[in-house]
């Protein structure tokens, strides 16, 4: 299991730095070949403040709020979303536990329909 504490962190501004690292790189690809590649999703990836770690499986939300304020947009594409009313300083071993039990309930699809 891998735990990420994000503090002081803003997905948006990892993503524009991210976007900003390629432009530059496709620019010296432009002087160099006269050429421009795509841009593939694991290339943009190795950009991110996460890299190389694998994408979000569960994003804990303690503190009542139904929302991810920013958080590691990017890595959650096909998270699964706990929230919980229980605030972080009392968030104990035992609702880690709930929320782990509540993850292994969830079909994981990764954006796939169910099979009939």
């Known amino acids: 299991m891998l735990a990420n504490f ?7 501004q990892e993503i524009l730095r ?5 432009i530059q790189i496709k620019i010296e690809q432009y002087k160099n070949t006269g050429k421009i590649s ?12 996460t890299y190389p770690l694998p994408s979000v499986d569960l994003l804990i ?6 929302r991810i304020s ?12 706990y929230f919980t009313d229980v605030l972080w300083p009392d968030f104990s071993r035992e609702e880690l536990f709930k929320a782990l039990e509540w993850y292994s309930g969830r079909e994981r699809r990764f954006g796939g329909l169910i099979s009939q």
């Open 38 to 49: 795509d841009v593939k999703i694991k290339e943009f990836e190795k950009h991110l403040y």
């Open 70 to 81: 920013n958080f590691l947009l990017w890595q959650c594409a096909y998270a699964e979303l």
């Open 6 to 12: 994000c503090i002081n962190y803003g997905s948006q």
């Open 61 to 66: 939300r303690p503190g009542g709020e139904q």
């Open 18 to 22: 991210a976007v900003n690292q390629i």
